[in-house]
């Protein structure tokens, strides 16, 4: 499902017009590309053509199979909206069975389609999908330089026969000639005329076959030249796409299909070289071109299997793998040892010889170079390697130590089999950023994001722009949020326009932001407006709140995500009360938020935003079991009873302990919390009669908008005596109405002196 995956990164940058034309939804809905990518995309739909009627059944069948695995996914399916839908398509398609064969070929265009999209899209490159296709036309141009090749050890075989055969009838020329003269025969006498012309023959023969095998020779060389520059491409775009995994793209990790091509092309160069010194005659400019060729493969075949982490801390191990592509051609004898070094920016600039500069000190910085027979792989492991100490650069301006860029340099000396001479080789590794403590994380992260996103394949070393266009930053934000949560359920259109307004600090515009330049300032440097925090911080905690308690409510769509509160009442005015939408805080870092409708004092209605939820308040309980014990929201926008999509998501109830008091948590909010509050400051009860007194402390909480109402914990004790523990202050904020209720403010002292009373 290669070409899916690519395609889901796509969509969002797609028009609706172009999404719809693409996946008719009367015809080839997205839901039945989606839900069935692998499957689609392991038939064999380009054999199919509407000429070839005998093609009927075979379409027919691959038809049935498709709605039947429809329908067995949407009875499987928990989330009662897609099984609905799936069924509804599933029904759709059994009109195609008067056609089935039209219906093959759509699915094939379809496909076509997708994948001319994918080549025209522009950031990223399409290289993925089409990697097997690329790497079976390499292997292709391979097996014709072996061809050639084989043609030219062919031609030397020939001319090594006419040689012989020209030596041997100059041999009999030359015996005809001591018998002329001995005998005193006419030398005009036919046989020896023919044995003349045969030789004269033989002659021309020999020196045209000559002139073929050098002539066979450069051919070869030039083919050489060809197919290890698209290697080197190759290894470069492996390299790439192992950089850009970083955000999420899809990669594959598979090096034994390069490390096959290396071996290949160190074969035929040393055949090539082999050919030349049988020659005879000396051909000084392909012997270069073939030692070149010999050193570039050799150095270019180390590679950093297993890239270190990108932001590391000092004083803490870290592992990192290098592999050498041509291991199993290594000379035998001594074992070559790989050593790791850490350099700047400045230093990865100017490669060629070791640093002549020591800016950091690594502990356990070297490996030895191990051959694994049964995985063909020749690899250096450094398994506990750490930087203890790390050497600044000065800074320019505002520059922050978490955008200062470093890198590991890999380095020995190793000689080829078939070689007299040892080569110097070495690489580096992707750019990590060096820090000191924890919560520095999150910016070198911003520093690492940036880089892998918007670098340029072949830049200077670590250079990015300053600045890119939000259609850009939008994928990047899409794939690294959908591969971190791990989840196919992408940021859709509102998600995108909501995350622009707040990066451009734009509430209130409505035009597209596609083309907006968005610089790494308002990404990780300027604090948003009337926050304590920067974009990518704010964005990061919603990503880790998702990724730890929010994942399947998320990847079954029961979170509308990001929107903005203009946006969210244009939604909400009209629902009935009790419609509720889940959707990420913009106040606070990693929170979500619950905006429901309710009734206003005027008889009308009024949207309330529930204080965030955050990461510590999940882990107390759950999200599906806070909206379970929430009264006040009925139905999930548009219009899905709770109990039935969030059922999945409630808590069984717990036994009691035999011998101890059962205990509840439940969520209050609004008049119930203030009613809680309330029965906390009412005068004791007499001895011996029920009474429910209430403790609240205030949780120390960072800024957030005054439309956003407060949440609480009430921990309930279930007994004749019931004492709630209320977690969070009982004041409610909505978009309608001012603060109410007060509650009270115990410190310790007063908590224990209640008790004792």
């Known amino acids: 499902m290669a070409q899916w995956n690519h395609m889901s990164h796509l969509i969002p940058r797609l028009s609706d017009e172009t999404i719809n034309n693409l996946y008719p939804p009367a015809a080839f809905p997205i839901e039945v590309r989606h839900f069935l990518a692998e499957w689609i995309e392991s038939q064999r739909w380009e054999d199919l053509s509407i000429e070839k009627l005998e093609q ?25 909206v897609d099984k609905m839908k799936l069924m509804q398509i599933s029904r759709n398609m059994i009109v195609f069975q008067q056609e089935p064969l039209g219906f093959g070929v759509m699915v094939r265009d379809i496909l076509r389609k997708e994948r001319a999209l994918l080549n025209e899209s522009q950031p990223p490159p399409y290289q993925q999908y089409t990697r097997n296709e690329s790497m079976c036309s390499n292997m292709k141009d391979v097996d014709h330089l072996v061809l050639k090749v084989l043609d030219v050890q062919q031609t030397r075989q020939k001319v090594h026969q006419l040689q012989e055969e020209l030596n041997w009838e100059r041999e009999n020329y030359e015996g005809f000639q ?101 020659i005879g005659e000396p051909i000084p400019k392909l012997q270069e071109s073939l030692e070149q060729l010999l050193q570039v493969l050799i150095k270019s075949s180390l590679v950093v299997d297993k890239q270190p982490p990108q932001v590391i801390k000092t004083q803490s191990k870290f592992s990192t793998t290098v592999r050498y592509l041509l291991g199993e051609k290594v000379a035998p004898g001594k074992p070559v040892v790989l050593k790791a070094q850490i350099i700047n920016e400045l230093q990865a600039r100017s490669l060629g010889g070791l640093p002549s500069d020591n800016v950091g000190e690594l502990i356990n ?62 690489m580096i590794s992707l750019p990590v950023v060096v820090i000191v403590h924890g919560s520095q994380d999150s910016n070198a992260l911003a520093t690492i994001i940036w880089d892998c996103a918007f670098s340029e394949a072949d830049r200077v070393p670590f250079v990015v722009p300053e600045r890119v266009p939000w259609r850009l930053m939008y994928n990047t934000l899409n794939s690294k949020f959908t591969s971190e949560v791990n989840t196919n359920h992408n940021l859709d259109q509102y998600n995108q326009h909501f995350l622009a307004q707040k990066i451009f600090g734009k509430p209130d515009f409505a035009d597209d932001f596609s ?34 308690h929010l994942k399947t409510y998320w990847s079954e769509g029961l979170i509308f995500g990001f929107i903005g509160k203009q946006h969210l009442h244009l939604i909400l005015k009209d629902r009935p009360n009790g419609t509720f939408m889940l959707r990420f805080s913009d106040s606070e870092i990693g929170g979500i938020t619950i905006a429901y409708v309710s009734a206003a004092d005027n008889g009308g209605q009024k949207i309330q935003n529930i ?27 548009p219009e899905f009873p709770k109990h039935e999509v969030f059922k999945k998501f409630f808590s069984e109830p717990q036994p009691s302990c035999i011998g101890y008091i059962p205990v509840s948590l439940h969520t209050k909010v609004g008049t119930e919390a203030g009613s809680a509050a309330h029965s906390a400051s009412s005068p004791a009860p007499l001895a011996g009669s029920p009474h429910n007194t209430c403790f609240h402390t205030h949780q120390s909480q960072q800024s957030f908008s005054p439309q956003e109402s407060a949440s609480q914990d009430i921990m309930e004790t279930v007994s004749a005596s019931t004492v709630e523990f209320n977690q969070f202050s009982p004041d409610v904020f909505s978009d309608q109405i001012t603060p109410t209720g007060n509650g009270m403010d115990l410190d310790l002292d007063t908590l224990l002196r209640t008790f004792e009373s």
């Open 611 to 637: 204080q965030p939820f955050t990461k510590k308040d999940l882990e107390i309980r759950s999200l599906g079991d806070r909206i379970m014990d929430i009264t006040d929201i009925t139905h999930l926008y």
């Open 56 to 80: 009927e059944s075979q379409a027919q069948a691959v038809l049935n199979q498709m709605i039947a695995m429809l329908q067995s996914i949407a009875q499987q399916n928990a989330n009662v």
């Open 365 to 426: 910085n070297t490996a030895i170079l191990e051959h694994n027979t049964s995985s063909r792989s020749t690899c250096a492991t450094f398994r506990n390697m750490s930087i203890k100490k790390i050497k600044r650069a000065d800074r320019k301006g505002s520059e922050s130590v978490t955008e200062e860029k470093f890198a590991l340099l890999f380095s020995t000396d190793i000689t080829i089999t078939g070689c007299d001479t040892p080569y110097h080789i070495q």
């Open 515 to 548: 083309n907006m330049m968005v610089s790494w300032v308002q990404f990780n440097k300027e604090v948003l407006p009337g926050r304590q925090f920067t974009f990518w911080q704010w964005f990061e905690g919603v990503i880790e709140l998702t990724k730890k």
């Open 178 to 278: 001591g018998q002329i003269q001995q005998n005193g025969l006419d030398p005009t006498k036919s046989d020896v005329k023919k044995l003349e012309n045969h030789i004269q023959q033989l002659e021309y023969n020999l020196k045209a076959m000559f002139t073929k095998r050098v002539q066979l020779l450069k051919e070869s060389v030039d083919c050489l030249d060809q197919c290890q520059t698209q290697l080197i491409s190759r290894l470069k775009a492996w390299r790439r796409e192992q950089h850009r995994a970083t955000i999420g793209h899809p990669f594959d990790d598979n090096l034994n299909p390069l490390q096959t091509w290396c071996e290949q092309l160190l074969g035929v160069n040393g055949k090539l070289r082999q050919e030349l010194m049988l």
